[in-house]
């Protein structure tokens, strides 16, 4: 009796440990499982979305790019194998396939127009060689001479000045001038000086037939001041040795400065060639001279580039030799200290002193080397082209007062020395 009211109670506990199950386990599972059934389904959904999205903007993509294809395709002009060099394309402007040809177009005509004004300038260039001696010029036998450049600089009623290098005239008093149709004429020498390589020299217009002289012209002169990188120039004469040459080029620096005596001139560097027989002059594109091509000063320069005087630091120069004047001297040579350079250096600003010729009027007064000229007359000296400018408005033999700086031991002393120009 007792086992089977123990078997009773053991079978009404499975009963209710199955309804517990039934009721509360099973419902909780197929809960679960319905949340993780909508769940796969949803990330199917949002997986079949998002690449039908993809699929259509890729078509769209496809498409376009196959209309712009078809578009570019109907743009461009049917090509053959072997084009005609020699025909220009006559599609428009704005045919997209002819965008090189007209940057090269472009070009060439820039090209064309810069050497135009050397072409224009024609009329102003001459021939100038030494002293005729000889039968045929042609096999150079002028004194062992080539023929060097002459720029006409001014015309007068009976004659014309006319600029070109020192080393042509070779202690001669007269040289030759070579004409249109290798007309030849005796030019008398006004002036030279040796240091800057320039002279001028004058021919007469009567011996000169009609036909020549209508096709002579004076060149306009410029100035420098407004020149600077990346300016677009024209060198005419002998800017590669050869006699009536153009080259055209752009200035590649403008911020070198060369010492001659008692002064400095602004140079120009270019990346038109470098010769050792160049000379001539420089045009802006207005067709005036603005520079002098010079070879002197390469140590300065360099020779990677042609390189011109800036017409503006010899103007009064050449003015000076046009009306047979001499130009005093102290006979010193330095270099411009500015006012920035003198703080960061512990020197004082002016022009300082790097030679001193002997038996010079300067080496006579007492100057000597590394002393800096800080006033002549009273008047402030802040570069070595100031010396220059104030000697030019004297002559030959004046006195000037030379307030300099000197170094003595570790102090700075100031003297003024009295000094008669040369």
Not at 189 to 205: F, T
Not at 233 to 257: E, K, Y
Not at 372 to 395: F, N, P, W
Request: net charge neutral.
């Amino acid at each position: 009796m007792l086992n089977r009211k123990k078997q009773q109670e053991n079978d009404f506990q499975q009963e209710k440990k199955y309804q517990f199950i039934r009721e509360q386990i099973r419902p909780q599972r197929r809960k679960q499982a319905r949340n993780l059934l909508c769940w796969i389904l949803a990330t199917i959904g949002l997986a079949c979305l998002a690449g039908g999205i993809t699929s259509v903007v890729i078509t769209g993509m496809q498409k376009g790019s196959q209309e712009k294809s078809a578009s570019q395709a109907t743009l461009l002009p049917e090509q053959s194998a072997e084009p005609d060099a020699t025909n220009a394309p006559e599609s428009s402007e704005k045919d997209v396939s002819n965008k090189s040809w007209m940057t090269l177009k472009k070009w060439n005509r820039l090209s064309e127009e810069l050497s135009a004004v050397g072409t224009n300038a024609g009329g102003c260039v001459v021939g100038v060689s030494g002293k005729e001696n000889a039968k045929d010029w042609f096999e150079n036998k002028d004194n062992g001479k080539t023929v060097t450049y002459g720029m006409i600089i001014k015309e007068n009623g009976t004659s014309f000045d006319i600029l070109t290098s020192y080393d042509v005239l070779n202690g001669q008093s007269e040289v030759n001038v070579i004409l249109e149709n290798d007309v030849r004429t005796n030019a008398e020498i006004l002036g030279s000086d040796a240091q800057l390589n320039l002279a001028v020299i004058r021919i007469a217009k009567a011996g000169i037939n009609q036909d020549t002289l209508s096709k002579m012209t004076a060149a306009k002169m410029g100035n420098g001041l407004n020149l600077k990188k990346g300016t677009n120039v024209v060198a005419v004469g002998c800017p590669n040795g050869v006699l009536h040459s153009v080259v055209t080029g752009t200035i590649t620096n403008d911020t070198v400065s060369a010492s001659v005596t008692d002064g400095e001139v602004e140079m120009f560097i270019t990346d038109m060639p470098y010769a050792n027989a160049g000379n001539g002059v420089v045009l802006d594109l207005n067709e005036k001279v603005v520079g002098i091509i010079t070879t002197e000063f390469k140590e300065t320069t360099g020779t990677a580039g042609l390189s011109f005087i800036n017409i503006s630091s010899v103007r009064e120069i050449i003015e000076r030799l046009q009306k047979k004047e001499t130009i005093p001297y102290l006979g010193c040579e330095g270099q411009t200290v500015s006012v920035a350079m003198a703080n960061s250096h512990n020197v004082v600003a002016g022009a300082y002193i790097t030679d001193v010729y002997s038996d010079s009027p300067a080496y006579k007064g007492g100057m000597r080397v590394a002393d800096v000229i800080t006033h002549i007359d009273g008047q402030e000296i802040t570069a070595m082209s100031d010396i220059h400018q104030i000697l030019l408005k004297h002559e030959k033999g004046d006195t000037i007062r030379c307030t300099i700086s000197r170094k003595s031991g570790k102090n700075k002393v100031s003297k003024v020395l009295r000094v008669k120009l040369g």
